[in-house]
């Protein structure tokens, strides 16, 4: 039996929030470098949500990482072709955090936004240019509410989070440049600079945690849109999506050095 640690009432432990979504619902898609066509369909995606309080200033400031992969299988208004579309999200949140705002309870957090996407638009149609590849690393905004109540004897968070790019950089060739072009060394225009001139892209979470214990269940909607207009080339994306999965909250601790039952306890939600 491991030995508890040295009682020490100004030690902190902080608690991590693990989540794993599925995400499903449809989506609307028009990339103009492949087809002037929009194209709309089914969208289907897991989520990964990582959520500590930081080492310094643990009390007032959230780290949270979220990693999505998502799927399109999208068809043209007249069904007679079918394009892919694959992407990768990785975000990097900080958040500053203040309690009980208003009312005892909710806490609203906001903060600074790192964001990687990288993915792959495919139409098998095309002869020449088969597929649009969306690579975008930008630097944006975040903010969340969260709220705890219960119903019943059942424990509730409630959240809502927005996340919105500011600036970045992202590749997107000329309207008529081939790959084959690129592949000759013809970058012209192939990476630009990304601002609310040119690109516009925000997502919403709405989720609620119903806890039971140490994991919850998680339901939600989630909301993604990407706007584009740059080298005579227009990009539409919009999601909406069901969300449904498992959250949990875990202490780590040494095991060789023991759990100091006299630690302060600090959850990055409640």
Same mark, same amino acid.
């Given at each position: 039996m491991l030995a508890a640690a040295e009682p020490d009432s100004t030690a902190v432990v902080r608690s991590v929030s693990t989540a794993v979504t599925l995400n499903a619902? +449809?989506?609307?898609?028009?990339?103009?470098? /492949? +087809?002037?066509?929009?194209?709309?369909? !089914?969208h289907i995606g897991v989520a990964y949500e990582h959520l500590r309080a930081t080492r310094f200033r643990p009390q007032s400031w959230v780290n949270q990482v979220n990693t999505t992969f998502g799927y399109d299988n999208i068809d043209n208004l007249v069904g007679n072709n079918t394009m892919h579309f694959l992407l990768l999200d990785i975000d990097w949140l900080m958040q500053h955090r203040w309690r009980n705002v208003g009312v005892e309870n909710l806490d609203i957090f906001f903060g600074p936004r790192l964001a990687f996407q990288g993915g792959i638009n *495919?139409?098998?149609?095309?002869?020449?240019?088969?597929? +649009?590849?969306?690579?975008? /690393?930008?630097?944006?905004?975040? !903010?969340?509410? +969260? *709220?705890?109540?219960?119903?019943?004897?059942?424990?509730?968070?409630?959240?809502?989070?927005?996340?919105?790019?500011?600036?970045?950089?992202?590749?997107?060739?000329?309207?008529?440049?081939?790959?084959?072009?690129?592949?000759?060394?013809?970058?012209?225009? !192939?990476?630009?600079?990304?601002?609310?001139?040119?690109?516009?892209?925000?997502?919403?979470?709405?989720?609620?945690?119903?806890?039971?214990?140490?994991?919850? /269940?998680?339901?939600?909607?989630?909301?993604?849109?990407t706007t584009i207009w740059k080298n005579n080339i227009s990009v539409n994306r919009c999601v909406h999506s069901f969300v449904l999965g498992v959250s949990r909250e875990t202490i780590r601790f040494n095991p060789r050095k023991g759990y100091n039952q006299k630690a302060r306890i600090i959850s990055a939600t409640y």
């Amino acid at each position: 039996m491991l030995a508890a640690a040295e009682p020490d009432s100004t030690a902190v432990v902080r608690s991590v929030s693990t989540a794993v979504t599925l995400n499903a619902g +449809s989506t609307r898609n028009l990339d103009t470098y /492949l +087809s002037p066509i929009r194209y709309q369909g !089914a969208h289907i995606g897991v989520a990964y949500e990582h959520l500590r309080a930081t080492r310094f200033r643990p009390q007032s400031w959230v780290n949270q990482v979220n990693t999505t992969f998502g799927y399109d299988n999208i068809d043209n208004l007249v069904g007679n072709n079918t394009m892919h579309f694959l992407l990768l999200d990785i975000d990097w949140l900080m958040q500053h955090r203040w309690r009980n705002v208003g009312v005892e309870n909710l806490d609203i957090f906001f903060g600074p936004r790192l964001a990687f996407q990288g993915g792959i638009n *495919y139409n098998p149609r095309n002869s020449n240019n088969v597929c +649009s590849p969306q690579i975008y /690393l930008n630097v944006g905004a975040t !903010a969340m509410a +969260s *709220y705890r109540f219960k119903v019943g004897k059942l424990p509730v968070t409630a959240r809502y989070q927005p996340s919105i790019p500011v600036v970045g950089c992202y590749y997107l060739p000329d309207y008529d440049q081939s790959f084959y072009e690129i592949y000759l060394g013809n970058y012209r225009n !192939a990476v630009n600079f990304g601002w609310w001139a040119n690109r516009f892209d925000m997502d919403n979470l709405i989720c609620a945690d119903l806890h039971f214990g140490a994991s919850a /269940l998680r339901i939600g909607y989630r909301n993604s849109f990407t706007t584009i207009w740059k080298n005579n080339i227009s990009v539409n994306r919009c999601v909406h999506s069901f969300v449904l999965g498992v959250s949990r909250e875990t202490i780590r601790f040494n095991p060789r050095k023991g759990y100091n039952q006299k630690a302060r306890i600090i959850s990055a939600t409640y």
